[in-house]
């Protein structure tokens, strides 16, 4: 969720109105685009944001607390790295199609070349916190924990917002607009995740 807000609010702040979105696609406000040329800044907010909280992640393993190690460890995966991967394989994702918005010819002559540059950018960000978080675990059954951990939050993820999330907002479930100028729908979602955080993030210092 807060990878779609920092595209959002990002491009609040660009276009001084809110865009549109749901539970995994997010738009400008009408006309931003074409009047202010650095709203791009926007596409890449979200990876951004991804990327310094998988990072972080994987400077707090390196730290000898078990609390902060814990919380590490699950920052690296709870922003679904795989997924970043997965979506740039297949030509998608916020990464490509900014690098094709800000450099693609208009013959798409070096579009195969930007999705390559894009794809070991990806790389690049991801591999080595992973590699620190397949480090920090116990050696007994590492490989199907770590295999776990990396697939299974991200097969979660697109199941809950496509079989059920994004169909109960195209029925028109709360689809009023709410705060951050996202829809209704949205910010319970949001709330229940807080809460269910709070509820059980003292159960995070046990993975350590």
């Known amino acids: 969720e807060t990878h779609e807000f920092a595209h959002i609010i990002t491009g609040r702040m660009i276009c001084g109105g809110w865009g549109f979105r749901d539970f995994n696609v997010w738009g400008l406000r009408d006309g931003c685009g074409e009047a202010h040329p650095i709203a791009v800044l926007a596409t890449f907010a979200g ?87 397949y480090k920090a675990m116990d050696t007994r059954k590492r490989v199907l924990v770590f295999g776990g951990c990396l697939v299974l939050p991200m097969l979660a993820g697109f199941a809950t917002i496509f079989g059920i999330l994004n169909p109960l907002m195209g029925l028109g479930t709360l689809d009023d607009t709410g705060l951050c100028g996202s829809p209704v729908l949205v910010n319970v979602w949001t709330a229940l995740v807080v809460v269910f955080f709070a509820l059980t993030c003292r159960q995070l210092t046990t993975l350590a």
């Open 47 to 133: 990876p951004i944001w991804s990327y310094a909280l998988i990072w972080l992640g994987a400077r707090l393993l390196s730290r000898g607390a078990a609390a902060a190690r814990s919380v590490g460890f699950s920052l690296v995966f709870a922003n679904l790295p795989l997924a970043r991967i997965v979506t740039a394989a297949t030509g998608s994702g916020d990464e490509i199609f900014g690098l094709r918005e800000l450099f693609e010819a208009p013959d798409e002559s070096n579009r195969h070349q930007l999705w390559l540059i894009g794809g070991v950018a990806i790389l690049l960000l991801t591999v080595p916190p992973l590699f620190a978080a």
